[in-house]
């Protein structure tokens, strides 16, 4: 699976951003979908992921209520829809994938063995 990320850019504080990521392959609904972030000199967070099989969704607690993620396994495309960010949004975000991951590990960034190349959300305040 190849994963292409797009829709950063230089934003307001307040305002709204949405970031899609595109798959390549088949088979798109076997894979736990996430997105990570990376502010400079952080570590890669975890942000939000979107369960194979269900509609299941699972946000860290810094986004929760912000943000939005969703996918459309037709078009092998997920989104996540930013509002209302933030100065501390700021950070390079990457969308991930990962077939059949178990539950306890949708927020761990080591199980996801596909990612993409990360695109740049800047928040001004």
């Known amino acids: 699976v190849q994963l292409q990320a797009s829709g950063g850019g230089l934003v307001q504080a307040g305002d709204s951003r949405r970031l899609s990521c595109i798959a390549s392959g088949r088979s798109f609904n076997i894979y736990t979908l996430a997105w990570f972030r990376q502010a400079p000199g952080k570590d890669r967070e975890f942000v939000a992921a979107?369960?194979?099989?269900?509609?299941?969704?699972y946000y860290s607690d810094s986004v929760k209520g912000r943000f939005t993620i969703s996918r459309d396994n037709a078009k092998n495309t997920v989104y996540l829809q930013m509002d209302s960010l933030q100065p501390e949004d700021t950070a390079v975000y990457y969308c991930a994938a990962a077939s059949f991951l178990h539950d306890d590990y949708y927020y761990i960034a080591r199980y996801y063995n596909f990612w993409g190349q990360g695109t740049l959300v800047t928040v001004s305040s």
């Open positions: 979107s369960r194979y099989g269900t509609s299941a969704t």
